[in-house]
């Protein structure tokens, strides 16, 4: 057998099998199954209602990937660019709130003092601050 001496190419190569061992980590991990037992109630509801039950359940801030690893811990296999698009329809619906980009909280577990319209959904705006201010507009609205 020839051994690489070209260094660029024995970086590519060493991607590619970084890639690799990856992959078979996350078939061996599909294969092994959910190392819990299998939460009957979250495995029932829609892809929707579980992103609100996994920001429910932890009372965290949490990514998509994050919110995705939540809802494999309880029985479920869904994809995380699918728990993405999901939060991004359950906020803009107002029924979670949007701390930054990519993370999301239950509406209960916004931080106090978060400046109202920062996270709310088009439209939909939880009410943290201080009482209303007729001149209050949302920060995509200033300035028009």
Same mark, same amino acid.
């Given at each position: 057998? =020839? ?10 190569? !060493?991607?590619?099998?970084? *890639?690799?061992? =990856? ?16 939460? !009957? ?31 494999? !811990?309880?029985?479920? @296999?869904?994809? =995380? ?11 803009? *619906? ?13 509406? !209960?577990?916004? /931080? ?9 959904? /088009? ?6 601050? /201080?009482?209303? @201010? ?11």
């Amino acid at each position: 057998m =020839t051994h690489i001496t070209d260094a660029a190419l024995r970086r590519d190569l !060493e991607a590619v099998r970084d *890639q690799l061992q =990856t992959s078979l980590n996350a078939v061996n991990h599909l294969l092994a199954g959910p190392s819990r037992k299998a939460d !009957e109630r979250v495995m029932a509801l829609p892809r929707s209602e579980a992103v609100i039950w996994a920001l429910d359940h932890d009372h965290l801030p949490m990514s998509p990937a994050q919110i995705a690893d939540r809802l494999q !811990e309880a029985g479920r @296999d869904d994809p =995380t660019k699918d728990v993405q698009t999901s939060a991004f329809r359950v906020w803009q *619906q107002g029924r979670i709130a949007k701390l930054a980009r990519g993370v999301y909280c239950s509406l !209960e577990d916004v /931080p106090p003092g978060m400046p109202r319209f920062v996270y709310g959904a /088009p439209h939909h705006y939880v009410e943290t601050g /201080p009482a209303h @201010d007729p001149g209050d507009q949302p920060m995509a609205d200033a300035g028009r």
